[in-house]
């Protein structure tokens, strides 16, 4: 019940941020704990989620309760401060500050409060500290990358998406499925696999794929792939050249969901 109540929480408050001045969000935790925990990941992929990121900045402030030294808890507060912030990079960061302990001991003082706003709402303060967003794939390797394709060579496709639970290609794909036919008519005697990945799993049981509503079979991850290598198929690219394996949750990236629903490629030989 409580996963329900916080989807729609979520849902109406993330929506909030378009229509008000800023929207509040606070991760609570354990005593001494500053790793973030499933709940505090759910929260923050629901916000990276946001669109038009480029019209709000956010502001991280982190805490403790008043529990053990002033000293460790200042540096308690801002470690879980950078861990949220690390999350969040997309966005422009102000001032993600560690303020140490507050007044009393209550468990719910143990926390991170995200503040979001849009960025013309902002008034300034001195000595703030302005950190402009990170694009988190701008250094991963791309197909383009790959001038001297070798055996063992692997990059996320990026660009490639799909629809939620739905091995559909989405049309917003359009540029990079071009670029990868195009890499792919460029070096024809390389043979490759395509890795289907899926967000959401099971750490227990990672190969546990999910279910793709399209046809009802717990097939997502690997109806994925097969759906990239039928496009590819129908665009020139020899059947003999390619296979798909769907991955499951076998390879989570640690970074949320949106960077854990993807498709890869492996160079598998170059003749």
């Known amino acids: ?9 979520l849902l109406c408050s993330v929506g909030m941020v378009s229509q008000e001045t800023e929207a509040k969000f606070s991760l609570y935790y354990e005593n001494d704990q500053f790793e973030l925990t499933p709940v505090h990941q759910h929260i923050l992929d629901s916000l990276k989620r946001l669109e038009n990121k480029s019209l709000y900045d956010i502001h991280i402030n982190g805490y403790t309760n008043s529990i053990g030294e002033s000293d460790y808890n200042l540096e308690l507060s801002r470690k ?40 013309k709402d902002h008034i300034p303060e001195a000595g703030e500290i302005v950190e402009a967003p990170i694009d988190e794939f701008e250094n991963q390797p791309t197909v383009a990358s790959l001038v001297t394709p070798k055996i063992g060579d692997k990059v996320i496709l990026q660009g490639i998406m799909f629809y939620p639970d739905r091995d559909v290609i989405m049309d917003e794909s359009k540029n990079a499925l071009e670029e990868l036919v195009a890499f792919l008519k460029k070096h024809p005697k390389i043979k490759f696999k395509l890795l289907g990945h899926i967000c959401c799993g099971d750490d227990e049981r990672p190969h546990i794929d999910l279910i793709n509503v399209r046809t009802g079979k717990k097939d997502l991850s690997e109806a994925r792939a097969k759906s990239l290598y039928n496009y590819l198929q129908k665009n020139g690219i020899e059947k003999h050249r390619m296979r798909y394996v769907g991955m499951a949750y076998r390879n989570p990236t640690g970074k949320g969901d949106e960077y854990d629903r993807r498709v890869e490629i492996e160079i598998t030989s170059v003749e």
Request: glycine share 4%; proline share 0%; hydrophobic share 45%.
């Open 1 to 9: 019940m409580q996963k329900v109540w916080l989807a729609f929480f």
């Open 80 to 119: 879980r401060a950078a861990q949220v912030k690390k999350e969040l990079r997309s966005f422009t960061i102000i001032s993600s500050t560690g303020y140490g302990e507050l007044e009393t001991e209550a468990a719910n003082n143990r926390r991170v409060d995200i503040l979001i706003h849009f960025k």
